[in-house]
Nanobody, 131 residues
Framework: QAHLVESGGGSVQAGESLILSCTGP??????????LGWFRQWPGQKRVGVAS?????????YYADPVKGRFTISHDSAKSTLYLRMNSLNVEDSGMYFC?????????????????????WGQGTQVTVSS
């Protein structure tokens, strides 16, 4: 299956905003039972869940504590795209961001931990926030 493709990262000042996008055929299903989410990776560390979304049977979002109230995840199945709007960015938000789709993504977000299984990751998109 094709990789998910992340985009939208960049270098910004603290307090500014970015919108990340993730596209791929895995995101085309409006009734997917998978959890869709975003992971952040700091240099030398594992990727941890920061935001996720389950769309079926009930739409529910999950956010790691450090990003609650600042990040918003959304999904457009018609465009096969997952978004992450990042507001009030701070230096700790810097890192490589990846998207994923699996049944473990939501739990990984709640606990802000890595996935418990292998996943065929995309290239990611770099977010750099300077103070």
């Amino acid at each position: 299956q094709a990789h998910l493709v992340e985009s939208g990262g960049g270098s910004v000042q603290a307090g500014e905003s970015l919108i990340l996008s993730c596209t791929g055929p895995q995101l085309a299903d409006a009734d997917t039972a998978l959890c869709l989410g975003w992971f952040r990776q700091w240099p030398g560390q594992k990727r941890v869940g920061v935001a996720s979304l389950v769309v079926w049977p009930l739409r529910q979002t999950y956010y790691a504590d450090p990003v609650k109230g600042r990040f918003t995840i959304s999904h457009d199945s018609a465009k096969s795209t997952l978004y992450l709007r990042m507001n009030s960015l701070n230096v700790e938000d810097s890192g490589m961001y990846f998207c994923a789709a699996s049944t473990d993504v939501c739990a990984a977000t709640i606990s802000m931990r890595p996935l418990k299984h292998d996943f065929d990751w995309g290239q990611g998109t770099q977010v750099t926030v300077s103070s």
